[in-house]
């Protein structure tokens, strides 16, 4: 059973930054694709990227593009999430997860094929 564990987080004034990691035990990581995924109070959890196994295969939320980038260490068992020019839209508990099947890039949009999670990390951005 894979554990994540995100880390990272914190209260950051509008246009800085923030780097979230999410470190995986207990699984083959550099089989599976991750994604990233954030809730804001009162909303529903929301897609934000999806990195490929190998790396590769880079899918961004159209609200985060260009501001937010991906990124893993395999030899780490550790995906990163570099957050620039942060939004008090931003604002939200930040989630890893990794996918269900192995070598798959598909549906990153879709919760459902992500199968293990972290317990979420809370960003807060200050206007």
């Known amino acids: 059973q894979v554990q994540l564990v995100e880390s990272g987080g914190g209260l950051v004034q509008a246009g800085g930054s923030l780097r979230l990691s999410c470190a995986a035990s207990?699984?083959?990581?550099?089989?599976?694709?991750m994604g990233w995924f954030r809730q804001a109070p009162g909303k529903e959890r929301e897609f934000v990227v999806h990195i490929g196994w190998s790396g590769a295969n880079t899918y961004y939320a159209d609200s985060v593009k260009g501001r937010f980038t991906i990124s893993r260490d395999n030899a780490k068992n550790t995906v990163y999430l570099q957050m620039n020019s942060l939004k008090p839209e931003d604002t939200a508990v930040y989630y890893c997860?990794?996918?269900?099947?192995?070598?798959?890039?598909?549906?990153?949009?879709?919760?459902?094929?992500?199968?293990?999670w972290g317990q979420g990390t809370q960003v807060t951005v200050s206007s």
């Open positions: 997860a990794r996918k269900r099947a192995a070598f798959d890039n598909s549906g990153y949009r879709n919760e459902a094929v992500f199968d293990s």
């Open positions: 207990g699984g083959a990581f550099s089989k599976y694709a």
